[in-house]
Structure formats: C-alpha cells, structure tokens
C-alpha cells in the first residue's frame, strides 16, 4: 500500500529520548518527514533512526529553534522535550520550571515566528492532581500536587492563549503511565535510573536491579496498592500521529485528550504479571507511601475514541510487560557490546 506525500516535515523535540523515539518511529512508518532536536541530557543519539534528521540542540533557545523551523520548513511540532521525575520535581522545582514551563515558552515563540501551523504537547494527567473522581475526564480540576505537574500544566496554558491570538491549532495529550517498548524492537525506554514500576520491574527481572519497592500497601484500592491506567507506548505514539492528522484537517481546531486505556492495574498487579511473564519472581519491598501518590489514576478515554480514528492495540499488560522486558534484555546485549553508554 502506497503512502500519500504529506504536506511538511515534522518537528520532534526530545526524540531521542523514550516516547519522543517512538513517535518518531510512528510518523515515519506513517510517511511523515522527521527532524529530531534533543540535547542528549537523557535521551541517546543511537536511539533517532537514520530516516530522520537529527539536530543537536537545545528547545530553550528561540533563536536557534526558530533557524531550525525555518531551514527545514517545519510545519507541525511535537514537543517531548523536558524533565520527567515526580519525585526530582518536589526537591528540584526551578529545574522543572526551567526545562518544562520556560523552555516551552520559548520553543512556541520560535513556532510563531516560523509560521508552524500546528503544535502537539506532550503533557500528563499529573495536571489533575489527586482526582476527586475516577475514571478522570478531561474536565476534571487541574490541581497539581507537584511542580512536575504544574510546568505542563503552565505549558497548556501557554499554547491555548498562543492558539487564540496566532494562526496554531493545538493538541494536549495527557499521558497515563506509558510503559512497554516498541514491539519491533527499534526503541525502548533506555534512561538509567528510571523510576517507573514495568521498567523498574524488568530490570530487576534482569538482574540490574536486586528489588522492586512497594510504596505503600494501605491505599482504598482491593489490595491496597496504587492503581494506574498503564498504556503501551507504541500505542501512544499512533495516537499522536492521528492527532497530528486531525490538526491539519481542522486548522481552527484545538484538543485536549487524555491517552489511557481506561482500566488500571494495582502495583501488585503489575508485579505478578512480570512473575508470570518472566517465570520467577521479582522481589519486592514493601516500603511507606510517597507524599501525594492517589490511590487511583485511571483515564476517562471517551474524549479520543470519539473525535480520533485511533483504536489500542496493545491494550494487555502481559503484551506491554513482554514488550518491556524485551527491550531490557536487548539493552543489556547493547550495553555489552559498547553500543550505548546508556
């Protein structure tokens, strides 16, 4: 099947980082031209494929951003860039604000000075804080409990009042907890230190970790662990390419749209199911809560499967654990043979 020309390349900040990668991987399965700018703090060069064109650079600078829009006639953005640890957020708030909220700030100032046309936003359902209802609808307050969640939802802010005044249409995606790795194994979450629990979890699965920490065993949920919508993260990426489809055939369109599957999984839960998949058991230690976790963030997806043609795929978390694991045991062969300083 041939895939029609499309219209203008695509920007992707922090696409050599984990989501980032994956969707650079979805727009050029899908035909799109792709131009990577990353600094390479977190994200891996090795991990951009040779299909896209890679920029070292830093979003935070307009100048430089607005000369790279131009060089390459970039007419959509998908903004990835940023810090991403809860907890670093708590301790490191200026850092956040820096890398999230200013960095943003500049980045859209070199999109409209370019004439880029449309804008997706990598944001999170850390902007909801502890909901007063689950299933959470996009609707929902936005009262962010940490700094983490405060710098994208100051972003949010930032492009709806951009949108409104400029010729940018705008899409938001709030991220549940993204986990898995590309099924093919082109990418894969490569970060050292990574605190989510699947990534957590098969790394001490391999051997690079001696446990899994349990934070807290007395949260309202049927085991009392915390509960969370877990989705596959190529899921998430085709959900950012079909996005990216709706912006341009709806110019004075804006969306806002949680990315989850709408279901949750307790932190056991999760557990057993890398047990099951592995064939031996993780172990686990059962540590005090952290200030602030919920006892459940679960998406209200209605929104997306109503106004996008995009449907999961992967939505079953030994699929997603497999995925995971997959990928981990690839990186250790990487990391042996010297492929990845990662």
Request: net charge negative.
């Amino acid at each position: 099947m041939s895939i029609e020309p499309k219209p203008f390349p695509v920007l992707v900040t922090g696409g050599a980082g984990y989501i980032g990668s994956h969707a650079v991987l979805a727009l050029l399965d899908a035909g799109w031209p792709v131009v990577v700018v990353d600094n390479l703090v977190t994200g891996f060069r090795w991990a951009v494929p040779d299909a896209a064109t890679f920029v070292e650079a830093d979003v935070g600078q307009t100048e430089t951003m607005t000369a790279i829009i131009a060089k390459h006639k970039v007419g959509a953005i998908m903004h990835f860039a940023g810090s991403v640890v809860v907890p670093e957020s708590v301790t490191d708030p200026l850092k956040y604000y820096r890398n999230n909220t200013v960095a943003s700030r500049a980045l859209i100032e070199a999109a409209v000075a370019g004439g880029v046309r449309h804008f997706i936003f990598s944001s999170t359902a850390a902007t909801y804080g502890i909901p007063d209802q689950v299933p959470i609808s996009e609707d929902a307050a936005k009262q962010p409990i940490n700094p983490y969640g405060m710098s994208k939802l100051m972003t949010e802010i930032m492009l709806k009042d951009v949108a409104a005044a400029h010729p940018l249409n705008v899409c938001a995606l709030r991220y549940f907890n993204v986990a898995g790795a590309d099924p093919q194994g082109r990418a894969g979450q490569s970060t050292t230190g990574a605190t989510h629990l699947i990534k957590v979890a098969v790394e001490a699965a391999t051997g690079r970790r001696e446990s899994v920490a349990v934070y807290g065993t007395d949260y309202a949920t049927a085991d009392g662990t915390g509960v969370r919508d877990y989705i596959h993260v190529s899921d998430l990426a085709e959900a950012h390419v079909h996005a990216l489809d709706y912006l341009v055939a709806h110019p004075d369109e804006s969306l806002t749209m949680n990315c989850g599957y709408g279901r949750g999984f307790s932190v056991l839960e999760v557990l057993d199911a890398v047990d099951r998949v592995t064939n031996q058991a993780v172990t686990r230690t059962m540590e005090a809560r952290r200030a602030g976790d919920p006892d459940q963030l679960v998406a209200d997806n209605q929104r997306i499967l109503a106004t996008l043609p995009w449907r999961a795929r992967r939505d079953d978390l030994a699929v997603i654990v497999e995925d995971a694991l997959a990928w981990e045991r690839k990186l250790h062969d990487l990391r042996e043979s010297g492929a990845t300083s990662g």
